[in-house]
């Protein structure tokens, strides 16, 4: 079961999504040169939304995206918990190679982490190459698991834990030894207890997959697939110059003459009407946040996904992404949302746009574009879908594509969605 969405927003004197050179993202199709956000922006923007229909107000484990996690949700708090800091940073250490490579860490490396001077000496070694998600259960657990290390070794071990105690190379080469080759730390039981928690990699990696290069780390397949968004038309930019005025030296002393130039630059902005697909696999949705295989989706709790694709669907709709906020105030609806439920092959419908639109009316130019490629691809390939359509502006000839009988809103396209899902 699948849920698709096409969406038309048009923005306005914008920067919605920058180059390492500044300037807006572009997409050469068609054989015109298009605007471009790209799909790691709007997922970003989706994502981290804090207002209405926000995906992180539901009440399900959260996922934390970084290189700092082991350091400083896991090693940091056993630090306030007031564990030795030598060998807190050695079972982390321990830790993360166990979960991010599946191997045990050289010892070399643990005996440097408990014999380092100064923090800043081992942050590098506890930070992950990468950005890796962990979902909140994940942390919690690893947190735990981390401490019973440490209190397994402190009766052997107590050296670390008096005030002025001062291990000798011997007893650093041995903790070293016993944290790292800890039986709390067999990859076998790490996996299978990260395997059990409920939502283990939380709500972001449930909806947007995550990648693991071990295999105690469940590796996770992207439940909601989100394609760059491009202006349907030819990219329309302009060179903005703008200055900043120096107050002071414009004003004083009154008969400076000065104009109070403080500061002169350029920055381009762009405007344009642009083309969005997602597509939500709905049994893969319900597998990852019920933590059930994916053949027995159908049998499993349908709630929860269906809240989130509810609340999906209205930020898909209504939150832009958040560059210039306040230079241009980069606000902008959806003018056109389809949704769409069945079971065929997704298919996007951005080859409407295959030919730039013309810039003249523009939106009911694009949904011209629109219907006629529907209508040539049903011709061909025929349609079983379920279809809604949410629009403003001349929707006929696009709503009789669509094979519907009128235009529906937006919340009701949501909640439409909410209960295919439910139903299915």
Sequence with gaps: MFLQFHTLTSYPGTLLNRDDAG????????????????SQCLKYHWRNFDGENALYRMDVPKSLRSRE??????????????????????????????????????????????QAEEPKEISEALDTNQVTILGAP????????????????????????????????????????????SDLLKAKDVKKNLKGLSLASGLDAALFGRMATSDVLARGDAAIHVAHAFTTHKGEAESDYFSAVDELRRDEPEESGEMGAGHINSQELTSGLFYSY?????????????????????????TLASSVVERFVHLMATVSPGAKLGST?????????????????????????????????????????????????????????????????????LADALGVEDTVSVPEIAEWSAGVVRGA
Excluded at 363 to 377: D, F, P, R, V
């Design 329 to 397: 105030a980069p606000y902008s609806y959806a003018q056109c949302m389809i949704g769409e439920a069945g079971t065929a092959q997704p298919r996007t419908l951005a080859n409407a746009f295959q030919t730039a639109v013309p810039r003249n009316d523009v939106l009911n130019s694009s949904m011209a574009s629109l219907a006629e490629h529907i209508e040539g691809m049903n011709g061909m390939y025929g349609s079983t879908n379920d279809v809604r359509l949410a629009a403003m502006g001349e929707t006929d000839a």
């Design 69 to 114: 996690t082991f350091r400083r949700r896991i090693a940091q708090p056993l630090i306030d918990d007031g564990y030795p800091e030598p060998l807190v940073y050695a079972v982390t250490l321990s830790l993360k190679e166990r979960v991010v490579s599946g191997g045990t860490a050289n010892k070399s490396d643990v005996k440097k982490a408990i």
């Design 278 to 302: 997602v597509v939500i696999d709905v049994s893969l949705l319900v597998s990852n946040l019920e933590g059930c295989p994916r053949e027995e989706w159908t049998e499993a709790d349908h």
């Design 23 to 38: 300037f807006a993202k572009r997409l050469p199709f068609g054989g015109s040169t298009r605007i471009r956000v790209s």
């Design 138 to 181: 994940e942390m919690n657990y690893l947190h735990d698991l981390a401490a019973d290390v440490l209190d397994s070794v402190e009766d052997e071990f107590s050296v670390f834990w008096e005030d002025n105690g001062e291990p000798d190379s011997d007893a650093v080469g041995d903790a070293a030894d016993a944290i790292r080759k």
